[in-house]
Nanobody, 124 residues
Framework: QVQLVESGGGSVQAGGSLRLSCAAS?????MGWFRQAPGKEREFVAA????????YYADSVKGRFTISRDNAKKTVYLQMSSLKPEDTAVYYC????????????????????WGQGTQVTVSS
């Protein structure tokens, strides 16, 4: 496992942008972002692998969110644009040291390290 520290959440109006950061204490293979809105189950948002060449997005954020990583800084970013009120949630960073397939990258229970979560609130 690695320790993950998230930052960058906040409040923004619809149509605005935010960037989340997640710094890891060590090297990882896969890093992902998940979110959980009040009364809803946690859902996959985006993920990428150590090379950064393979990126995956939920359909609900495709074209609006961009995941990227800086391996030298052991940090993954989630740039969120054109935010909508339905994007309001606590966003969690997750990391996994072992290989994950494209299917398993979207599954929260495949990750063994999690951040503390950061609140994102989008007002209409």
């Amino acid at each position: 496992q690695v320790q993950l520290v998230e930052s960058g959440g906040g409040s923004v109006q619809a149509g605005g942008s935010l960037r989340l950061s997640c710094a890891a204490s060590g090297r990882t293979y896969a890093m992902g972002w998940f979110r959980q809105a009040p009364g809803k189950e946690r859902e996959f948002v985006a993920a990428n692998t150590w090379s950064g060449d393979s990126t995956y997005y939920a359909d609900s954020v495709k074209g609006r969110f961009t995941i990227s990583r800086d391996n030298a800084k052991k940090t993954v970013y989630l740039q969120m644009s054109s935010l909508k009120p339905e994007d309001t949630a606590v966003y969690y960073c997750a990391a996994e040291l072992s290989f994950l397939s494209a299917v398993r990258l979207r599954m929260g229970n495949e990750y063994d390290s999690w951040g503390q979560g950061t609140q994102v609130t989008v007002s209409s």
